[in-house]
């Protein structure tokens, strides 16, 4: 709590999900769950994701498979890895670090990856049934911010969410999960007109455009919910996509930037290996 301000921390949040996962596979016989984690090229980035989701798998008794491919590897080169890897009985979850080099189709490796074993879910079965309401293996930042909604007891029913932002990885899957927890859900993105006025509208705010501190006070209705999935290096350390400082005395409750939707993505992943494993074991 900062003043009148709830601070929802989905670091928090994320170590419960993480224990409770760990529990869960120690408490079942036979192998344990394995994660593969491909990353082609040395993106500091992804190195930094890469090496933060080993850790997580360790903690939590998933095997993780580490592929490393040059950024010089053809696409044909990581499907046949990934062809590898799909017919490993072995691994439950298949996920390939993003970004991609230029020369590698993120759709079509996406693609690749069978349904079953696509953690992240991005393949196009799993987005059908993403939209047409029936379980499947869906992406984690969405699915963790769903979670740490009903955490904190935040409704959704019947509740006017806006989502700024429309990236196949946060925005769109993002707008089917409200919906299915029956939230009236508008999809706005950087050519939406009068896009303060439409955000102030929200009980339920979700920032997810990649523009340091752009959602400020006039975007934000009196009490709302506000959720930053944003997070850029700025000359000041780590940024959201909302001004914090500014609309804290407006919100009514927020996540932090680190330690709010963060923690929530590879939780969540684990999640979803853990998922795919019950299925197959």
């Known amino acids: 709590m900062v003043g009148s301000v709830r601070i929802l921390s989905g670091r928090a949040f994320a170590k419960g999900v993480r224990s409770d996962l760990k529990d869960m596979i120690a408490s079942c ?49 990581l499907l046949a890895v990934i062809d590898s890897l799909n017919t490993d009985p072995c691994v439950d979850g298949i996920l390939c670090q993003l ?11 996406a693609s690749a ?18 939209w047409r309401g029936e379980e499947g293996l869906f992406p984690c930042t969405p699915v963790g911010i769903v979670a740490l909604l009903k955490e904190h007891a935040i409704v959704m029913e019947g509740e006017r969410s806006v989502i700024v932002g429309r990236s196949n990885i946060v925005g769109k899957p ?17 050519r939406t007109k009068d896009l303060p ?10 920032a997810a455009v990649g523009r340091p501190r752009f959602l400020t006070r006039e975007f934000i ?12 290096q700025t000359e000041d350390g780590l940024s959201g996509d909302v001004d ?5 005395g407006i919100c009514g409750a927020i996540t932090p930037v680190p330690g709010g939707v ?11 290996t853990v998922k795919a494993w019950k299925s197959r074991i």
């Open 29 to 77: 016989s036979g192998r344990p769950p394995g994660l593969a984690v491909i990353q082609v090229g040395e993106d500091p980035a992804s190195q930094l994701y890469v090496s933060m989701k080993e850790k997580a798998c360790r903690k939590t008794g998933i095997v993780s498979t580490m592929v490393r491919l040059e950024r010089e590897a053809t696409e044909e080169e």
């Open 99 to 109: 970004p991609l080099p230029d020369h590698i189709s993120p759709a079509r490796i």
């Open 197 to 206: 006025e439409l955000c102030r509208t929200a009980s339920i705010l979700i």
């Open 174 to 190: 993002m707008a089917a999960l409200l919906l299915r927890e029956h939230a009236t859900v508008t999809l706005a993105h950087s």
């Open 244 to 248: 914090f400082d500014d609309v804290c």
């Open 113 to 130: 990856i069978v349904p079953e074993k696509d953690v992240d879910g991005f393949h196009p079965i799993n987005v059908g049934k993403l």
């Open 221 to 232: 209705s009196p009490g709302a919910t506000v959720i930053d999935v944003g997070t850029s």
């Open 262 to 272: 963060g923690p929530l993505t590879i939780a969540f992943l684990l999640s979803n």
